[in-house]
């Protein structure tokens, strides 16, 4: 078409089309390589020109790309491969509780970094002592509202807290909510006459780094369920960048991850009546427990469980999401 690149909108999701079949062919191509050599190093196994150890590898490593290709499989709904806002809030426990938020920010933040995917921090609330009360953390890169769809729910701490005098073993909590990140080729509508905005000045570490300039936005959106009827005020802050426009618009795109959501949660709810019974879409509830002094982190849906709370808490928690993938994904899917 000569005039494929005049509707950019259009071509933008007709590349992103082309980009995914792209994957898939290279994925059963590295596979089906993999597999003829694999087989390969069997024969020569029989003619004693390979070790067993050798064999080990390249099966080890087939294994492990038919797996990734498998996870793959459970990521097909269409907000899978979209961008990620993902939000802590610290339960009651006050400093306790706060630090555990800023502990899981930081689990979160390794996470990103590990898999090559950019972060922006789009709001912060210290805790008056120690750690966060709250947190809003952009996350983007291929799929990873699909991977941290598993994250969404109540995260439990258990350990011996150091302000606790006393040195005994208390249980904090604290909420992660995950909602994918639109872009401009979603359509989502936005009341205009529901909208309103207030400026603040963002906090700084004071000197030369105190912002004098109302560069923080607040917004704040009335809506109203359609399903329901019940009104709720939507309200967002976001002091990522000193300049307030870019702001703005930074808010207005967290407003529309936000509506979007609200649509798909609606989406899975129903499809949840269906199939009453399973964990998978229980939004809220207590997903995984970090037991420290026992050194074990427990997901209480697929009882997967690992003894390394250090790799856990330092972002390793791929095998975390595909136990669930592997388990639920399969049955979220179209």
Request: charged share 30%; glycine share 8%.
């Amino acid at each position: 078409m000569p005039d494929f690149w005049e509707h950019p909108k259009e071509a933008q999701a007709q590349m992103k089309k082309i980009k995914d079949l792209q994957a898939w062919i290279k994925g059963y191509e590295e596979i089906e390589k993999a597999c003829d050599e694999l087989q390969l190093a069997c024969d020569f196994f029989k003619e004693e020109l390979v070790t067993e150890e050798e064999v080990d590898a390249l099966y080890a490593d087939t294994i492990a790309k038919i797996e990734a290709l498998e996870l793959r499989n459970m990521l097909r709904r269409e907000e899978d491969k979209m961008d990620v806002v993902l939000k802590i809030n610290s339960g009651a426990g006050g400093t306790e509780s706060q630090d555990w938020a800023s502990m899981l920010m930081r689990m979160y933040l390794r996470w990103a970094e590990r898999n090559g995917y950019k972060t922006s921090i789009a709001n912060i609330l210290d805790g008056e002592e120690a750690g966060i009360k709250s947190v809003t953390i952009n996350i983007e890169g291929d799929f990873a509202y699909g991977y941290l769809k598993s994250e969404n729910g109540v995260h439990r701490l258990v350990r011996v807290s150091p302000y606790n005098a006393q040195g005994k073993r208390m249980t904090s909590f604290a909420s992660v909510f995950v909602t994918p990140l639109v872009d401009d080729t979603i359509e989502v509508k936005v009341e205009p006459a529901l909208l309103s905005w207030d400026t603040f000045r963002s906090g700084g570490a004071g000197g030369q780094n105190v912002n004098k300039v109302e560069s923080g936005v607040r917004l704040r959106y009335q809506y109203t369920d359609p399903y329901t009827g019940e009104k709720e005020e939507i309200l967002i802050e976001n002091t990522e960048t000193r300049d307030q426009p870019k702001n703005k618009e930074n808010a207005m795109r967290q407003l529309r991850s936000i509506l979007y959501d609200k649509e798909l949660q609606h989406r899975l709810q129903e499809q949840a009546k269906v199939e009453a019974g399973k964990m998978k879409i229980e939004w809220g509830s207590q997903i995984r427990s970090y037991v420290f002094d026992d050194r074990r982190v427990k997901d209480h849906r697929t009882n997967y469980q690992t003894s390394d709370v250090g790799g856990v808490m330092d972002g390793d928690i791929d095998d975390f999401i595909k136990a669930y993938l592997m388990e639920f994904g399969g049955d979220l899917q179209e």
